[in-house]
């Protein structure tokens, strides 16, 4: 018998249910009952489900329906956004998708206030976004190194909350991923990106300045689980240490958030019998 | 043993070396001589080839290199462009894509000449672009209809080899198919859009009277070919009744284009024996 989620991973694995990040343990499977290779089978069949969700989405955005869903996700360096992006994204068709990656902001989009950039980039009628981080970096690093002076970052948990209602108003479904791996396994991960040539890319010196602020930066998380999981638009945290898990739960979840559109195939807007006799009459 | 290719597909399937479109044959295999077993098994290990090279691509261009790829989809109607993106695209990390439909210019869009949506949306450094549609509809339905006058469509040819010669020139391997289905066939594909509800979203009335101007189209196709296919913005023509055939051909000619690259990993731009006893000291 094929193992499978024993309670919702939209259950499992919302933030405001579990304790302290900090206590947080980054190799358990919440929700999950199976090993690496049942959860490994169980994505290949979910990510079919998934696939037709995202097709009836895309079908419903040709034909009008103004609904999207957005992805965001979060997590420290090596937690394995990419890995998501690759394994869960590629699960449909990426003519569906609308993937963003936030970086160090440009001196253009420092100009602007820190949603700008992030407007720009929602996802379309009928697509699937994916923010490869987001603005919740505005009060992650910005937050833990000062970037501007606390009384601006502090502002910015209820910016965010109007913003992210706005957007759920709008018809825009949001889900939040904060992927979780513990400080020795990023440590390991991190190696090997220095032990292998085809892995050096992915390598930035300044990811070991960055694990010095470890604690501060778990401080950051919990403030925004604790300022910004609403029902509305809410948290999930993902361990991360065993990849097939993480990619398994936030496929769940994303079929989780297609499911509640509750979408059906959009109806002909034309004549089917009369186009039909159209047809068989075209050369 | 395992069928392949008898003569390279970028040989096979080059626009010049086809005789006239309107003698092509949409339900041969240029090139392959297996059948749609042989040829479903070889795109599944072609696609792991398709994408290691991808993320070859994608290393490079986070690294400074800025080469692209651009594959330029053209066909009439229901001849599976979108299944192209789905089936090929759908093979490489979707992070490394940028797809674009052109469909009918916007009223912005036609303020300005018709290259200005195209240059908008050429795919940055290490991406694969894919085009679902293109600057070729500004030779096909405008000069079928005469959208413009036929003074102004006929200096496009030239000005589409120029935009694209300054496009390879800058980096970008410019590949472009026209998937060929036959005149039958499509009457077939639009039937079946017309009896499953599930298709409904994809029928588009205009595609019957597009239908009745169908040699018009291939005298375009045909103008296209003439003076547009160089070598260094290859044609492909792509028979396109077996969908298994188009899919397996365009991965092969992405395959061809990117290993023309000589792509290698990127140096790692930082001291890698310092960077592993940093990561050693480090908490």
Redesign the interface.
């Known amino acids: 018998m094929s193992h499978s989620w024993t309670v919702p991973a939209s259950s499992a694995l919302r933030a405001r249910a579990l304790g302290p990040i900090a206590s947080f343990d980054p190799e358990s499977t919440p929700g999950f009952d199976g090993d690496k290779d049942s959860g490994t089978e169980l994505l290949a069949e979910r990510g079919r489900a998934l696939a037709d969700l995202q097709e009836l989405l895309y ?2 955005g ?2 009008g329906d103004h609904r999207s869903v957005l992805l965001v996700l979060q997590g420290m360096d090596t937690a394995g956004k ?1 890995g998501i ?2 394994h869960v ?2 699960l ?4 569906g ?1 609308s ?1 963003k ?1 936030f970086g160090k902001p440009t001196p253009e989009e420092l100009q602007h206030d820190f949603l700008w950039r992030i407007r720009k980039a929602l996802p379309p009628a009928g697509r699937i976004g994916i923010f ?1 981080r987001s603005h919740y970096e505005d009060v992650l690093p910005v937050r833990v190194h000062n970037l501007v002076p606390r009384s601006e970052w502090e502002k910015r948990y209820a910016i965010i909350n109007q913003f992210e209602s706005e957007l759920v108003a709008s018809g825009t479904t949001v889900i939040k991923c904060c992927l979780v791996v513990s ?1 020795d396994e990023q ?1 390991k991960r ?2 090997e990106r ?1 032990d292998r ?2 892995k ?4 930035n ?1 300044g990811d ?1 300045d960055e ?2 602020h ?1 604690d501060d930066y778990l401080e950051a998380y919990q403030a925004i689980f604790d300022l910004t999981d609403h029902d509305a638009a809410p948290w999930y945290v993902i361990p991360a240490n065993r990849k097939w898990f993480s990619r398994l739960a936030v496929c769940e979840l994303l079929i989780d958030a297609l499911s509640g559109l509750e979408l059906d ?4 807007d ?1 004549d ?1 019998e009369s ?2 006799k ?2 068989a009459a ?2």
């Open positions: 079908a419903n040709r034909s990419g992006v690759r994204g590629g449909v068709d990426p003519q998708l993937i990656g490869d400080k440590k991190l190696a220095l040539p085809d050096y890319w992915k390598y010196p070991i694990r010095a470890w195939w959009p109806k002909a034309f089917v186009e039909k159209r047809l075209a050369g």
